[in-house]
């Protein structure tokens, strides 16, 4: 989790962090306090899904617990970008396919280190669906990853060997769209994982952190935002929001 200092930092500098390449509605919003989304923002929500929700086979701690304020969030945001985990029937990042291993211990892949999952959002299964409860009916595009049968996919962005796109870059770019609000699951993993590829492409990146859940296996959360404030990706709250 982030230290007082720079969770005190955030709020005393919002005007050079929050208001730095932002225009319209958006800047004057922020100068008051709030971040109002204008039209060259986005909200990406990862992977709210079944497998990822209590009673799941890899469910995040109360992972259902954010839908709520995900659906008040998404209704404040002209442009929505919904993700899902989409993966092959045994696909290279579940335990079950390595004889012997077990879920969360790791492997060595042509891509680098592969932790291993138990199966989950297999294509066309009810584990894959989107959860019941997510209500955004102007989400304009669902982007799907993880299918490619021998590699995994954490981010919006790009699977995890960081070179093979899923194409959400150039729909951003073509839409003309520059700012890109990250919520959903898990934080630590596909939420970080594309908070720091949307960076890497050139787009800002806020992280609201109470529409997201972890995992947290063996401190991975910490990193996470360690990795993620260290890229220039921004941790806020959605009261930081004009929602």
Same mark, same amino acid.
């Given at each position: ?12 500098? +919002?005007?050079?962090?929050? &208001? +730095? ?12 306090? /709030?971040?109002?989304? #204008?039209?060259?923002?986005?909200? !990406?929500?990862?992977? $709210? ?40 029937? #045994?696909?290279?990042?579940?335990? %079950?396919?390595?004889?012997?291993? /077990? ?22 299964? %009810? ?13 304009? !595009? ?5 299918? @490619?049968?021998? $590699?995994? %996919?954490? %981010? ?5 060997? #960081? ?8 729909? &951003?770019?073509?839409?003309? &769209? /520059?700012? $890109? ?31 997201? @859940? ?6 991975? &959360? #910490? ?10 990706? /921004? ?9």
């Amino acid at each position: 989790m982030m230290d007082c200092n720079r969770r005190d930092f955030l709020k005393g500098a +919002a005007s050079m962090m929050v &208001l +730095a390449g932002m225009s319209g509605t958006a800047a004057a919003a922020a100068a008051q306090g /709030k971040i109002k989304s #204008g039209g060259d923002d986005v909200l !990406l929500v990862v992977d $709210v899904q079944n497998c990822f929700t209590p009673g799941g086979s890899l469910a995040v701690k109360e992972g259902d617990q954010i839908i709520p304020l995900v659906n008040r969030i998404a209704r404040a945001f002209q442009h929505v970008v919904l993700t899902q985990d989409w993966h092959t029937p #045994g696909h290279i990042s579940f335990a %079950s396919s390595h004889p012997g291993k /077990k879920p969360f211990e790791t492997i060595q892949l042509p891509y680098g280190t592969q932790v291993l999952w138990p199966d989950h959002c297999v294509q066309g299964t %009810s584990g894959a669906d989107l959860h019941k409860d997510v209500n955004i009916p102007h989400a304009q !595009l669902i982007i799907r990853k993880g299918y @490619r049968q021998h $590699v995994d %996919s954490y %981010s919006a962005f790009y699977e995890a060997d #960081g070179k093979t796109p899923t194409g959400l870059t150039g729909y &951003l770019r073509d839409r003309g &769209l /520059k700012q $890109v609000f990250l919520v959903g699951l898990a934080t630590d993993f596909c939420v970080a994982w594309s908070a720091l590829d949307a960076r890497k492409a050139g787009f800002s990146a806020y992280v609201i952190e109470d529409a997201t @859940r972890g995992i947290d296996a063996g401190g991975s &959360l #910490g990193k996470a935002w360690q990795d993620m404030v260290g890229a220039g990706v /921004k941790r806020i709250k959605s009261a930081d929001l004009e929602i």
